[in-house]
């Protein structure tokens, strides 16, 4: 059984969220720099998983260990802000609840972004332009992370950046 309901945050988790943003990002976008290396480049990551298609680009991340339970939430969330400048609006935000098994639950919060404009084929304005942007964060029953995911997916006649400049963007 599946139940997917909009996503809203408390007051106190964004207060939570802005102590990370100053004591905890640093540490977390390093390790995952890192993962998504070997992942992409040297093929050789085991909490890692990079894909490329012509439609679909994404990046899998399965973190070893997060220092507070609520930092995979707290990255797809400073993910999402991030790419605002870059002309993208939240198209939506929810959370999905899956019952694996009879005593299993996975829990997946997703930020599903698109750019203002549908960007037309070669296109100067396809410069920042990296397709529809998915984050989301899928976590048992007890909010432990299963994975981060970064997802790109492009439409045919698009011209779009390379995932890895998205990549590039959010970790730096």
């Known amino acids: 059984m599946i139940q997917t309901k909009a996503l809203v945050r408390s007051f106190g ?3 939570r969220h802005q102590h990370w943003l100053s004591d905890g990002l640093a540490s977390t976008l390093e390790t995952l ?3 998504y290396e070997k992942a992409a ?3 050789n990551a085991e909490n890692a998983f990079y894909v490329s298609t012509p439609q679909q680009s994404f990046f899998l991340w399965i973190p070893e260990s997060l220092k507070e339970k609520d930092e995979g939430d707290y990255l ?11 002309g993208y609006y939240n198209y939506t935000s929810d959370e999905r609840r899956e019952r694996l098994s ?3 639950l996975r829990i997946i919060r997703r930020h599903y972004l698109k750019p203002l404009f549908r960007i037309q084929a070669n296109s100067e304005n396809n410069k ?3 397709g529809n942007v998915f984050f989301e964060v899928s976590n048992d029953g007890e909010n432990e992370p299963y994975f981060i995911k970064i997802t790109a997916n492009y439409y045919g006649g698009e011209t779009v950046m390379p995932f890895e400049s998205l990549i590039k963007y959010l970790l730096t």
């Open 13 to 15: 988790f964004k207060d």
């Open 33 to 35: 720099r890192q993962d």
């Open 41 to 43: 480049f040297e093929d």
């Open 76 to 86: 797809v969330d400073y993910f999402r802000d991030k790419m605002k400048p870059c």
């Open 102 to 104: 009879q005593f299993g």
């Open 128 to 130: 920042s332009h990296y």
